[in-house]
Nanobody, 125 residues
């Protein structure tokens, strides 16, 4: 069983930064791609960024140039550094882990079997 716990959310002014963390437990962390998604009230879950087992990354267009996904295999933790935040970034941010090991970054929710509870990010104008 895989457990994912997000942290680092909060309230920030537009233009500010936040760093989200996702601590994983339950199986070999480094072998599985991880992803960050977000969901705003009344909207579908949206892909943000993913990191593959070998460190390759993939970003949504809205995240390119502003967000950076990274991981620390020794700490079983994946991070999302978010800069230049704007009001449209307000959402619950969730991390996820794939079932299939040794895979590339993934952008579809169906590729992920394990999800955290999420952390709220609120950007004020």
């Amino acid at each position: 069983q895989v457990q994912l716990v997000e942290s680092g959310g909060g309230v920030v002014q537009a233009g500010g930064s936040l760093r989200l963390s996702c601590a994983a437990s339950g199986r070999t962390f480094s072998n599985h791609a991880k992803g960050w998604f977000r969901q705003a009230p009344g909207k579908e879950r949206q892909f943000v960024a993913s990191i593959g087992w070998n460190g390759g990354t993939y970003y949504a267009e809205s995240a390119k140039g502003r967000f950076t996904i990274s991981k620390d295999n020794a700490k079983n933790t994946v991070y999302l550094q978010m800069n230049s935040l704007n009001v449209e970034d307000t959402a619950v941010y969730l991390c996820a882990s794939t079932v299939r090991p040794f895979g590339p970054p993934q952008s579809e929710t169906n590729d992920y079997a394990y999800w955290g509870q999420g952390t709220q990010v609120t950007v004020s104008s």
